[in-house]
């Protein structure tokens, strides 16, 4: 019986101004796609919440040549002048936090708590961080700096906004100007971001937002007159952009997949380790390419930690995004909770054991409730393939050596997390983990400061920090 009963504390709607249709944002203008547009929906409801314009390739073409023409004015700007639009742009973000978050969690589903607390404030925090790196680029150890020109990206619907941010602020600041193709299930809050812009005062051109789906994407990598690619997603959308940009001048950075290793020691805290474990797999429903999917635990605490794991899974609270005390939201789309309920059901057949928390799920709307798996072989598809998903599997390790051996072994080397009171011990498995970050006592933790990308095949090239800037610098 729970000790407290929670009433809802849903956040208003009222705060978000949804038009019926969105067009394209070229040249600091919002103009008509000449493709067929597409609906968006909230996944946590099905309800369409607005027609969205579709880029055809002669609509990226016109962004394109929009962002080539701006390119002259804004990479001459000095750097102190380029660092003012940021700012400007980082403080309306925060004037217009409540409306970003909400608007985040109606089209994407996430809890308003993660989209309120974490998504928004990153997103000012990396237009605040790189604003400053705008003037002092001489001082970042790559030379004397000179922009590429015209950025493509590409982003992913998991985080729509921090991986807009996470793009374009960095470019910005190296003189470069950006054409954008957000998420083809989640294109609003970018589409909001281009409003930012236009009140930020910002040059027609240097952002442009097309919207559309995977036959948009591939334009925009593809355009010969585009001179850097920068795409955050999956494994296979990155290995055929990777064939496409092979043979040309193109700079190109990907942030693909992961199978993070969540590994938690003996001597670990394990209230704090099953926070993190908690908070590795569930956030954002799993929909994090650097989530603690696959949980080493040592063997002599294995009990211990799955019966405080399960204890802690029982209070959480799946439903409406917008109620300030849900801790699960919906699944982001009908497809993406398909491929979650086929692995889900192959990793039972295999012989894994599923676990889930008492939960009643919604009616309407795409859901699935936090899962755990026991029993888990390293041969096993779910301790593979990447869900990406609210989906948890748990393998065991007796040594150290046997840990990161069991870490390393999977094609992706994104981040891992490792939990133990040994310092000594973080320093060693650390120095050996094939992951891109690791976490020590803690996971899922950003800073703007900090870089951030993997190994194998989950992608090459830094975003964030220093690093951030030598993906836009002709260097």
Not at 69 to 76: C, L, M, N, P, R
Not at 211 to 230: Q, R
Not at 446 to 451: E, G, V, W, Y
């Amino acid at each position: 019986m729970a000790i407290f009963e929670y009433a809802p504390a849903p956040e208003s709607r009222d705060v978000v101004d949804i038009r019926p249709s969105y067009g394209l944002f070229v040249n600091g203008e919002f103009v008509d796609g000449s493709g067929t547009p597409f609906k968006t929906v909230n996944p946590a409801t099905e309800e369409t919440l607005a027609e969205v314009a579709t880029a055809s390739s002669d609509d990226v073409d016109r962004a394109v040549q929009a962002a080539r023409k701006a390119f002259g004015v804004w990479s001459a700007m000095p750097g102190a002048e380029r660092a003012k639009y940021l700012f400007r742009i980082a403080r309306i973000i925060q004037e217009r936090a409540r409306e970003l978050a909400v608007l985040e969690s109606l089209d994407n589903g996430k809890p308003i708590r993660e989209s309120r607390d974490v998504d928004v404030p990153l997103v000012a925090a990396h237009f605040f961080y790189y604003a400053g790196w705008a003037d002092k680029l001489a001082y970042a150890g790559f030379g004397e700096p000179r922009p590429l020109g015209v950025a493509g990206q590409v982003i992913p619907w998991n985080f729509p906004l921090l991986m807009l941010a996470w793009k374009i602020a960095p470019a910005l600041a190296c003189g470069n100007t950006v054409v954008l193709k957000p998420a083809e299930t989640t294109p609003l809050t970018a589409l909001v971001f281009a409003d930012i812009c236009r009140q930020a005062e910002l040059p027609p051109g240097v952002v442009n937002i097309v919207t559309g789906a995977g036959e948009t994407g591939a334009a925009v990598v593809g355009h010969p007159d585009v001179d850097k690619v920068a795409f955050t997603g999956s494994t296979e959308v990155g290995r055929i952009i990777a064939r496409a940009v092979a043979g040309t001048d193109k700079k190109l950075t990907l942030e693909l997949g992961g199978k993070a290793a969540n590994i938690v020691f003996e001597d670990a805290a394990v209230d704090q380790a099953v926070e993190g474990i908690v908070n590795g797999i569930f956030f954002n429903q799993g929909h994090v390419c650097c989530a603690g999917s696959r949980l080493l635990v040592q063997e002599s605490v294995e009990e211990e930690v799955l019966e405080s794991l399960r204890r802690r899974l029982s209070t959480l609270r799946l439903g409406d995004p917008l109620d300030k005390n849900t801790d699960i939201g919906a699944i982001n789309s009908a497809e993406q909770l398909a491929k979650i309920r086929s692995l889900s059901d192959l990793g039972e057949s295999e012989g894994a054991q599923r676990w889930s928390p008492a939960c009643e799920l919604p009616d309407k709307g795409f859901w699935f409730p936090p899962t755990v798996f026991t029993g888990v072989a390293q041969s096993h598809s779910i301790a593979r393939a990447e869900i990406f998903g609210p989906v948890l599997s748990v393998l065991t390790f007796r040594t150290p050596a046997e840990a990161v051996e069991k870490a390393n072994n999977t094609p992706y080397g994104l981040s891992a997390g490792i939990w133990t009171e040994k310092g000594s011990r973080i320093l060693w498995m650390a120095d050996r983990l094939r992951a891109g970050v690791v976490w020590a006592n803690t996971f899922n933790k950003f800073d703007p400061a900090s870089p951030f990308g993997g190994y194998k095949e989950s992608g090459y090239g830094r975003e964030g920090g220093l690093h951030g800037l030598e993906a836009y610098l002709d260097v």
